[in-house]
């Protein structure tokens, strides 16, 4: 089928609290250089769709809040093509949304959904996947997912597992399980019939919004019927009213884990969400003591730390002396240290940081 | 003899390196509120003294760096009683500079001179201890010493031994010893007839000259020469012309170990130097868990920490999670990360920072 039908769409919507006070509500992980390679996470997945999807076919989803921040980023991208959801609502009403604005001026499109903040190398062996799965659609009403081998029994993370089958290029789905115990996930591993879910889906927009219909009917007429809206100055009101409306859900447990034309490719590119700062510290790159540093940092008698000085901090200067197994994070307005291990509780922080000195800092 | 002629010199030409990044070349310890208590420590010095001594008599002598700061800071001190050093030379040409300035204008003169920096509490007891000394400058040519009781074999202060003498309330000073090595700190301390030098002397202006006179001639000649251009346009070329060919050197060393006319007074108020992150963090006040914060500080599961955050950071939050035994110090353009029991080790940081990055940031 015509590349000019197939279509990108970025989520962009998230806030990765995971990651404060770098990532902020008001300028989320995907506007970072989280690798400091000299790009954000959401111009690195533009950049990856844009070598095989027509400029006009590539879409964001975000929360309206970021409007200056996909402008700044993302200037190429036309203002049509961001879809500005008034709050999240987890991924399937972003999905929806923009898959039945797209199929309003293209009933043929075939349509690649991925998150804005996840590595995948090399793009390549990525976009080989992704043309499977595009082949995969021809002709047949199919649900595509790429599945990544897992390499450890994380509890993090969604497992799909499908059906084996000798000599396939892609398997039907059997289950989705999101986040299972660490039992469970040991024995999946096992069991070698799982991979972990991406998040990267392809489908036609017909496809997609046929599933819609029968599995969350109510969810699609609200978008129904703000349908004459797309692309009129009533857009934003329109959708404001769907989304007040709309439950929060995501397209795991509203539609693919009920669906029954899933299947599921499993990926030859490297992947990871970044979820962690620990799957940060593994990609960045690293001093001879093991030292993860973006920014201006000298690094006396240290190791195995991770320093990440923003933009917003200036030419500030960060000297660590005698420091092992630290997160350091200043970002001009907050600092936070943190010992690595304890990485988990940040979430917390920022509960508990909003409870103390309020929103002005995060 | 009445108060007209009692005069203070707080010297404060150092620079501190031990508390960088806090402490600066171009913005040093003593112009920092390094106790949280709202004073810079110069400000609290010149308080003290000027409980007691009249304001046209308290002057202040530091390096032409500071300018800026003594005119924020002590806004009320004329210029003609800041004495400008081109460079440090330590404290024997400082003392001898204002001496001999003092002296040309008031001959009666009895000097009180201060390190601008240490914690002395309370200011009563001090000025009892030195209208002690003054008394005992009346009709003597004597060089009065305040010694501090020792607390521990500490290696980095001077040594004053004292000839006992039952009932007196000061003694004959017998030897000064500088920064001992452990053994015979410890050796001072079961002596019982060892004080810490405080570095605050009191003396007649004319006792002092004939001292200099006597044991630091040649010095005392480019002083003397430079008299006639005191108070002039010139005074600031013929200082610079009197240091460049004055030698680096201490009271301590020049004079006092020297002269047989020295005495000292066993001190009665409690006394710091403030000289490490340590006796300023014995000195801070502390959260229930032993956190010294000075700045917008958030500590959770924290411990032991000392956090120094400067107005030059703004309003900047720093959070710690689960951090123990850390010195944390940010400036705005400068961030220090430390263990508390490193802290010796930061002056050598000074000079791997200025190595490694330049003049900027020291």
């Not at 996840?118 to 499977?132: A, G, S, T």
């Not at 994380?154 to 084996?164: A, V």
Request: glycine share 6%.
């Amino acid at each position: 089928m015509a590349q000019q039908h197939t279509y990108a769409v970025i989520m962009a919507g998230g806030i990765g609290s995971r990651f404060w006070p770098m990532s902020r509500n008001m300028f989320p992980k995907q506007f970072h250089d989280m690798l400091g390679r000299g790009q954000t996470l959401i111009q690195t997945t533009y950049e990856r769709f844009r070598r095989f999807v027509p400029a006009e076919n590539i879409y964001i989803v975000t929360n309206a809040l970021y409007k200056p921040l996909i402008q700044d980023q993302l200037p190429e991208v036309p203002d049509r093509q961001v879809l500005y959801e008034p709050f999240g609502r987890n991924t399937a009403p972003c999905i929806l949304y923009a898959a039945s604005r797209i199929h309003k001026n293209d009933p043929h499109a075939r349509i690649i959904v991925s998150p804005s903040d996840h590595l995948i190398l090399p793009e390549e062996d990525f976009q080989r996947d992704v043309q499977v799965a595009l082949d995969a659609l021809e002709g047949q009403s199919r649900i595509m997912t790429i599945g990544i081998n897992p390499s450890r029994p994380d509890t993090g993370y969604g497992y799909i597992q499908y059906l084996e089958e000798a000599g396939a290029t892609y398997f039907k789905v059997k289950t989705f399980t999101e986040k299972p115990s660490l039992e469970i996930a040991k024995s999946f591993l096992r069991s070698g019939d799982f991979v972990w879910n991406s998040g990267i889906f392809i489908f036609s927009s017909d496809t997609i919004l046929r599933a819609f219909e029968a599995l969350l009917p109510d969810m699609y007429e609200l978008f129904e019927e703000a349908k004459p809206a797309y692309e009129t100055p009533d857009e934003p009101n329109a959708i404001e009213a769907v989304y007040s409306r709309c439950k929060n859900i995501s397209i795991d447990y509203g539609i693919m884990e009920k669906a029954n034309n899933v299947f599921v490719i499993r990926s030859h590119f490297r992947w990871s969400d970044l979820g962690t700062w620990k799957s940060l510290y593994e990609e960045m790159s690293k001093d001879t003591l093991g030292n993860a540093l973006s920014g201006n940092i000298l690094a006396y008698n240290s190791s195995n730390n991770i320093v990440k000085v923003t933009p917003q901090a200036g030419d500030k200067l960060v000297v660590l002396k005698g420091i092992e197994n630290l997160i350091v994070v200043d970002t001009g307005d907050v600092l936070l240290v943190c010992p690595k291990d304890q990485e988990q509780t940040i979430r917390n922080i920022v509960a508990d940081v909003r409870k103390d000195r309020g929103d002005q800092f995060v």
